[in-house]
C-alpha cells in the first residue's frame, strides 16, 4: 500500500507535466486519499510533518496561497477516521468541560462575526483544529510502537532545522530575516525561536541519569540555530520551559526547593548563553559583529529591552504588548465586544478565495504584526481568550491523569515537558502569533495528544497484564 501511494503520486505529477501548482495539489489530494484508508499513524504523520514544511515550501516555491490549508485539512481527515474507528465502550480520561465551554464560546462568536462569512468559518477552524487534533489522538486507537516512531519523527524535524539554518545562513540568506529553517523566510525566525525552546523543554525534562549527556549536543545545536538565525526571544522560551519544567518535577517528587533551584540554575544559564553567544560569535551572522556589540551594548541599558519589545517604529518589535491594549481600546462599545470578540477572522486573509477582511484593511498596517494574544482579544473577546488559556491547562491536565500511577521517572518526566510546554506556548502567544501558526499550534496540541495517549496506552497495558499475573499466581498456591 506504502509502495502503490507513492508511484501513484509520481505519476499524479508527472501526468500534470510542468506545471508545479496543479502537480502538488495532485499530490495533496493522494495524501488525503492515502491518510483516510490507511492507518492512523500515517494520517497524523501528514498532520506534523506539513505543520513545520509547508510555510518553508510556500517561500521557497511558488505554491498557491490554498497550499496552507492541507495541514488542516489533514487534522480534519485524521478526526473523521478516528471517529469512525471509535469502539463502543472505549473509556478515555479526558478532562472535556474547559473545551465545550470555549468551543461554545467560539461558536458564539463566530455567528455574530462582523467578518466574510467565509473568513469567520476559516477562523473558528483555525482556532478550532490544534485541540481537535489533541482529542483525535486521545481517542483514536494508535498502539505505542506507532507513537514512539511518530515521537521520533518530530525529534528528527526538530534536528533537521540545524542543516538547514547554516545552509540558508551560507548560501541563502542576505539578511538575517530570510534565515527561517523550514519556517520559511517570513515569520520564520519568529516560529524558530518558538519551536527552539519547545525543543530544549522536552530534552531538559526528558533526559535524566545517564541519559542527561545528549543535553550538551543538545544545547550546542539548539543555540546554534538561535544564534544563526537571531532568534533572541528563543534563549527567553528556553528559560522559561526549564523553570515551569523544574517547577513540575520538583512538586510531582515532593522535592520542591532543591529541583527548582536547580532547574532555575540552569534557565539562568540559557540567559548567560545569549550574551556569551552575541560577545564571541558575533562575527559568523549576517549582522555582523558590530551588530552583536551595539545589540550586547543596547540590552545592558535601563528600558532598552522592554522598548525592543513592546514599542513600535524601527527600535521595537511591532508593539507585542501595545497590541493588546488597541485591542482593548479599538471602539469597544459594548459589551458583547469585549466578552466574546468580534468573531474568528477580523484579523485573516482568505485563503480559499483571497482579500482581506473589512477591519483589516481599514486599520492599515495597525494589526499588521498582530501577535496571538492581540488576536485572540479582538475575535474571540477576553472570555473566549482566558478560557482558551484554561484549555491549555486542561490539555496539561488530561496528561497527567493519563499517567497516573507516575511509576518510575518516565511519567514524570513526560507530565513536567508538558508543563514546560504549555508555559512556552503561552507565552510565545505575547510573542508572535504561535496560537494561529500550524507549525507551532498544530506541534503543541499533536505533542501533548501523544504524550497523552501514550500514557493511556501503558496504563492499559499495565491493567491488562495484572489479571494474568494473578492468575498465575493463584494456580500457584
Known amino acids: 500500500m506504502w509502495f502503490a501511494t507513492i508511484g501513484l503520486a509520481i505519476v499524479a505529477a508527472v501526468a500534470s507535466g510542468f506545471a508545479p501548482a496543479p502537480a502538488i495539489l495532485l499530490f495533496a489530494v493522494v495524501v488525503v486519499v492515502a491518510a483516510s484508508v490507511l492507518r492512523p499513524g500515517f494520517a497524523l504523520g501528514a498532520v506534523v510533518f506539513s505543520a513545520l514544511i509547508m510555510s518553508g515550501l510556500q517561500t521557497a516555491i511558488t505554491l498557491p496561497t490554498q497550499a496552507s490549508l492541507l495541514t488542516r485539512v489533514f487534522i480534519a481527515v485524521f478526526a473523521l477516521s478516528t471517529m469512525l474507528r471509535l469502539r463502543r465502550g472505549m473509556r478515555v480520561s479526558a478532562h472535556l468541560t474547559p473545551f465545550i465551554i470555549w468551543a461554545g464560546i467560539l461558536a458564539v462568536s463566530t455567528m455574530v462575526a462582523v467578518s466574510d462569512r467565509i473568513l469567520s468559518l476559516q477562523g473558528f477552524w483555525t482556532y478550532l483544529c490544534g485541540p481537535v487534533a489533541f482529542l483525535a489522538i486521545l481517542y483514536s486507537d494508535l498502539c ?35 534565515i527561517g529553517g523550514t519556517f520559511g523566510k517570513v515569520g520564520g525566525t519568529s516560529l524558530q525561536a518558538i519551536i527552539m525552546g519547545f525543543t530544549w523543554t522536552v530534552a531538559i525534562a526528558l533526559l535524566a541519569g545517564k541519559r542527561r549527556v545528549w543535553l550538551v549536543p543538545i544545547a550546542a545545536a539548539v543555540v546554534t540555530v538561535l544564534l544563526v538565525s537571531e532568534a533572541k526571544a528563543g534563549f527567553l522560551f528556553c528559560a522559561i520551559g526549564t523553570v515551569a519544567a523544574g517547577l513540575a518535577i520538583g512538586v510531582l517528587t515532593r522535592r520542591f526547593a532543591t529541583v527548582s533551584i536547580k532547574y532555575t540554575a540552569i534557565a539562568a544559564g540559557a540567559v548567560a548563553a545569549l550574551f556569551a553567544g552575541y560577545a564571541y560569535a558575533g562575527s559568523v551572522l549576517k549582522g555582523g559583529e558590530r551588530g552583536a556589540i551595539n545589540l550586547l551594548a543596547s540590552m545592558s541599558t535601563s528600558g532598552a529591552v522592554v522598548r525592543y519589545l513592546f514599542s513600535h517604529g524601527p527600535q521595537g518589535q511591532a508593539g507585542r504588548l501595545e497590541g493588546v491594549r488597541l485591542a482593548l481600546m479599538q471602539g469597544r462599545s459594548a459589551l458583547a465586544d469585549a466578552l466574546i470578540g468580534r468573531g474568528p477572522g477580523l484579523l485573516s486573509s482568505s485563503t480559499l478565495l483571497g482579500g482581506t477582511s473589512a477591519f483589516l484593511a481599514a486599520t492599515g498596517a495597525t494589526f499588521e504584526w498582530a501577535t496571538s494574544l492581540t488576536r485572540s482579544i479582538l475575535e474571540t473577546g477576553i472570555l473566549g481568550t482566558l478560557t482558551y488559556a484554561v484549555v491549555v491547562a486542561a490539555a496539561v491536565w488530561t496528561v497527567s491523569d493519563s499517567w497516573k500511577p507516575r511509576v518510575g521517572e518516565l511519567g514524570t518526566a ?53 489479571p494474568v499475573e494473578e492468575t498465575s499466581a493463584t494456580a500457584a498456591v
Not at 514512539?148 to 530575516?177: C, E, H, R, W
Not at 510565545?428 to 500514557?455: L, N, R
Open 144 to 178: 505505542e510502537s506507532t507513537l514512539k516512531k511518530l515521537s521520533l519523527a518530530i525529534a528528527g524535524l526538530m534536528a533537521l532545522q540545524l542543516p538547514v539554518v547554516l545552509y540558508q545562513n551560507l548560501f541563502v540568506a542576505t539578511k538575517v530575516d530570510e
Open 414 to 466: 513526560v507530565v513536567a515537558a508538558c508543563v514546560g510546554l504549555a508555559a512556552v506556548y503561552l507565552v510565545a502567544g505575547v510573542y508572535a502569533s504561535a496560537w494561529h501558526s500550524d507549525a507551532v499550534a498544530v506541534t503543541f496540541w499533536c505533542v501533548m495528544g501523544i504524550a497523552a495517549k501514550w500514557g493511556q496506552v501503558r496504563r492499559a497495558a499495565a491493567m491488562a497484564s495484572s
